[in-house]
């Protein structure tokens, strides 16, 4: 070999060594950069996750960062030191979108953790619950992604179609129970099937949908509808989504049998089922399908004057309301998004019990920074409602009680599992920790 191929090798090698030295530079760089975006959601509150979320094997990981690029949220994910971590756990609203992009299989979806456990009925692959017959899709299996859950009712209506039984004459195949996004799947797909059906919903249809904001933005990605097809959506709000299935509800002639509260599903000798409702009306049935929420009733605060009827647990018409003043309580999504869609026209003071705001959307922190700082909105932490009449509150701020005048109570803390509801009927509810959720690729 001679000199100038020395040096054409000699020079290929150094710039080899260059790319090479700037490459891992620059991921080391990244992985300091996503550690800093790990330290700071353990601060506020929003590395646990709250639902269902994505657990990473680490021995499987070949950090592709394929889960990174596919998740249309930001700062779910992110790489340290080639390997794949969460970073905002309690900001992921489970579409799976990264256990389908991962080449190697090292993400699975998970609800629970393992210190922090979530109460979940007993479900099999087929949605069928301990109870021969009793069908679970939806947010109540813990699935509360609208996506997912309208892909849950269409596929627990496969197998209820599926399921064998001695059909008996004036019994029906199914009773639908909630008309959110899984119901509402379920019905078309129950049609679809040539099942016969009712579906039963205790408030308004869309369920926990019909509750949002109407400005809430509900849908980011598309769906498919039984009967219907591809439903292309994206920043679809509350109410461009019951719009749409109104429209193929009324397309398919389906009744929604609406403000019609199921109080007892009763199992029968003969293996069928009898559903009692809140209007007196009973159904006959060899399979029931429950598609409702996790949280079944609003969670009180347990104070005076809180059944008042300047009191309420859900904001459905916003731009109805002008010149009140207005409590809005709680610290999450829900909370938050009220007291902004209430600031322009009223006086609106949010009262949360902790000293930040933790685990609400980025965009919706970003917004609330903007309301606080120009004054639209106040917000007062470490603080509790202690006392409610028509004209006034009273508030526990630190240790000093203060009343202050007030037209409107919001209350957003949440809401119970209908933990009772199901026990009554035989199903089986336990506290999982880190647990799997399949979902198919």
């Not at 992009?101 to 007993?122: F, K, M, N, Q, Y």
């Not at 003043?325 to 600031?343: F, N, Q, T, Y």
Request: hydrophobic content about 40%; charged content about 25%.
């Amino acid at each position: 070999m001679n000199l100038e191929e020395l040096l054409i090798y000699g020079s290929v090698f150094l710039l080899c060594g260059v790319v090479i030295f700037f490459y891992i530079r620059s991921l080391s760089k990244k992985s300091q950069i996503v550690a800093k975006k790990v330290e700071i959601a353990k601060l506020e509150g929003l590395f646990e996750p709250i639902s269902l979320h994505p657990y990473i094997d680490l021995k499987s990981c070949i950090g592709s960062a394929a889960c990174v690029a596919e998740c249309p949220e930001k700062d779910i994910l992110g790489i340290i030191d080639g390997k794949a971590t969460v970073i905002q756990a309690s900001n992921c609203v489970g579409h799976g979108a990264c256990f389908h992009a991962c080449p190697v299989e090292a993400i699975s979806l998970r609800i629970g953790t393992e210190t922090r456990g979530v109460d979940l009925p007993h479900v099999d692959q087929d949605f069928q619950t301990n109870v021969a017959g009793i069908f679970i899709a939806g947010e109540l299996g813990g699935m509360g992604l609208i996506k997912n859950s309208v892909e849950q009712g269409m596929q627990a209506m496969e197998s209820v179609a599926a399921r064998k039984v001695n059909k008996k004459s004036g019994v029906l195949d199914v009773v639908i129970v909630g008309a959110g996004p899984a119901g509402i799947s379920a019905t078309l797909e129950a049609k679809k099937r040539g099942l016969t059906s009712v579906t039963l919903e205790q408030d308004s249809l869309g369920g926990t949908v019909f509750t949002f904001p109407r400005q809430k933005i509900v849908m980011t990605a598309p769906m498919h509808l039984p009967l219907y097809g591809e439903a292309k959506l994206y920043d679809t709000s509350k109410g461009e989504l019951l719009s749409l299935w109104n429209k193929v509800i009324k397309e398919q002639q389906i009744v929604i049998t609406e403000n019609t509260k199921v109080e007892a599903i009763q199992p029968l000798a003969d293996g069928t089922f009898k559903v009692v409702t809140s209007t007196g009306h009973e159904h006959l049935t060899h399979n029931v399908l429950l598609a409702i929420g996790r949280r079944g009733t609003p969670r009180k605060l347990g104070i005076e004057g809180e059944d008042l009827q300047n009191v309420a647990y859900r904001l459905l018409e916003p731009e109805n309301i002008s010149g009140k003043k207005v409590i809005v309580v709680g610290g999450g999504d829900s909370a938050v998004e009220s007291a902004m869609l209430l600031m322009d026209n009223n006086e609106v003071i949010l009262s949360y019990r902790k000293e930040q705001f933790a685990r609400i959307k980025p965009k919706n922190k970003v917004a609330m920074d903007t309301a606080m700082k120009s004054g639209a909105i106040q917000v007062i932490f470490n603080s509790d409602l202690e006392k409610i009449t028509e004209k006034s509150v009273v508030m526990k701020i630190g240790e000093e009680s203060k009343e202050m005048p007030n037209d409107l109570v919001y209350i957003f803390a949440g809401g119970e599992l209908p933990t009772g509801f199901l026990q009554k009927v035989g199903i089986e509810i336990t506290k999982r920790f880190g647990h799997i959720v399949k979902k198919h690729k």
